[in-house]
């Protein structure tokens, strides 16, 4: 997360941020950076009013631009910005090994406000691409098994050649620099949902993050293989070094995964994207592979897709026959979210390969201009 200098009380909002012609999303975020990290900030609220408000009115125009009018370059912003302020909320809830103080704030009812405000907009714009009646009148078990038989071995996307066949250097680092937002945190979602009593589905669970978590070993680490890729091409490994580059579509499969594995409730969408992500990974990240053998990297600089397109057959495996289809005979009135999670997950997981591959071809283009 990028430092700003911590506002004062005091600090007044001479002008709006946000008009009804267009808003300054990037004095927004500082403004609300601020606000993050003031102390006792539930406290001072009166007195950092000319804040509040600015804030309030800024997400209130960007709810509007983002998810009630049709999509545009000023809709992106929008999205962006919210998405952006959602991720600085739900980081908090990862333990970051830095200053305790960045926590004061993580309880705040105001800060809680103003993510629920967002997450109601975006999540009912969200759902709108799906049928919800639909969904509940499938036999779950049979559409879950047809859907994992197709996404083990799907077709053959643009996506895929282009990465397979033509990306750079330059792309493949862009490539690297979006996805380690969440690659270097791997699986921390995962261990939100694991608390609770234990059966023999918790325990398929558990097993899978201990291997994602390399079984206590640091170096095994998920994680740490990202990290080696990186640092194998002099890459920044630092958490978040790359936040500016993410685009909004990552940012919310990132916060879609907070807001599904924080409440309990979504218990059986979260399982229901966590089954597309182990069925699909295998078939993703070929492409990623190929792309870093054709290039000449070593096998350090590739060995993180290597190892998920070897442990992810399984682990899918494990998500379909011993998760997925258990909770089907746990919850027969529900587990139709299980559907919901997985369709969204892939459309999520699409929306954001499409916009990966626009963000290394621009990559590519700037680094042959400069």
């Known amino acids: 997360m990028k430092e700003i200098e911590r506002e ?3 600090t007044a909002v001479e002008t709006m941020l946000c008009t009804q012609a267009q808003c300054d999303y990037d004095k927004a975020e500082e403004v609300f950076l601020s606000l993050l990290k003031t102390e006792d900030l539930d406290r001072n609220l009166y007195t950092l009013q000319p804040l509040t408000h600015s804030i309030e009115s800024s997400v209130e125009a960007a709810v509007t631009i983002a998810f009630q009018k049709d999509e545009n370059p000023e809709s992106d912003r929008a999205h962006l910005f919210l998405q ?3 991720y600085y909320i739900n980081r908090m809830k990862f333990f970051w090994y830095d200053d305790l103080r960045h926590y004061d704030n ?30 509940q009148n499938v036999d779950v078990q049979e559409i879950l098994k047809e859907n994992v038989l197709h ?52 325990s398929i669970l558990t097993r899978l993050l201990l291997e994602e978590y390399g079984n206590g070993k640091c170096s095994s680490k998920h994680s740490s293989y990202f990290k080696m890729m990186m640092t194998v091409l002099d890459m920044n490994t630092e ?14 499969g990132i916060n879609h995964s907070f807001l599904l594995s924080e409440r309990k409730r979504y218990f059986l969408r979260y399982m229901g994207g966590l089954l597309y992500t182990e ?14 053998t054709r290039l000449g990297f070593s096998n350090a600089a590739m060995s993180y897709w290597s190892l998920h397109i070897k442990e992810d057959e399984r682990h899918g495996r494990w998500m379909l026959q011993d998760v997925a289809l258990p909770l089907v005979r746990l919850y027969p009135l529900d587990a139709w979210e299980l559907v919901l999670g997985y369709h969204q997950q892939r459309y999520m997981s699409r929306r954001s390969t499409g916009v990966i591959v626009k963000a290394a071809r621009t990559a590519e283009i700037l680094e042959t201009k400069g």
């Open 151 to 202: 996404d083990l071995s799907p077709e053959t996307s643009e996506s895929d050649l282009f990465f397979r066949d033509q990306v750079g250097r330059a792309g493949y680092r862009r490539l690297l620099e979006i996805a380690s937002l969440d690659a270097l945190v791997e699986a921390s979602q995962l261990s939100r949902i694991l608390a609770g009593a234990n059966n023999e589905i918790h």
């Open 239 to 252: 958490p978040e070094a790359y936040f500016d580059v993410v685009p909004w579509q990552v940012l919310a």
């Open 8 to 10: 004062t009380p005091d």
């Open 279 to 292: 069925v699909s990974v295998p078939g993703g990240f070929r492409p990623y592979l190929a792309a870093a």
């Open 106 to 135: 993580e309880r705040s009812p105001y800060i809680l406000g103003i993510r629920n405000k967002i997450e109601t907009a975006w999540q009912a714009w969200e759902l709108k691409e799906f049928d919800l009646e639909a969904f």
């Open 84 to 86: 952006r302020l959602l």
